[in-house]
């Protein structure tokens, strides 16, 4: 099969996919998902920015004795 057919099949291919994703740009359906996801990756970074500053600070800081 010669390369350059190859080459051709994989642009319209390509040509394809940016063609769907445009046209679910503006799906009201897709909008919701979009919001979900926003609000999941807020949720996931102040998540890990917890997890950091729990790492950093040694367990006995702020505790204070039971005498």
Do not use: C, H, T, Y
Request: charged content about 45%.
């Amino acid at each position: 099969m010669p390369i350059d057919q190859l080459a051709g099949w994989r642009d319209r291919a390509l040509a394809g996919i940016d063609a769907g994703r445009k046209e679910r740009e503006n799906d009201p359906v897709e909008r919701p998902l979009d919001e979900a996801k926003r609000r999941i990756g807020e949720r996931v970074m102040e998540v890990e920015i917890l997890q950091k500053e729990r790492r950093a600070k040694p367990p006995w800081v702020g505790r204070r004795s039971s005498r």
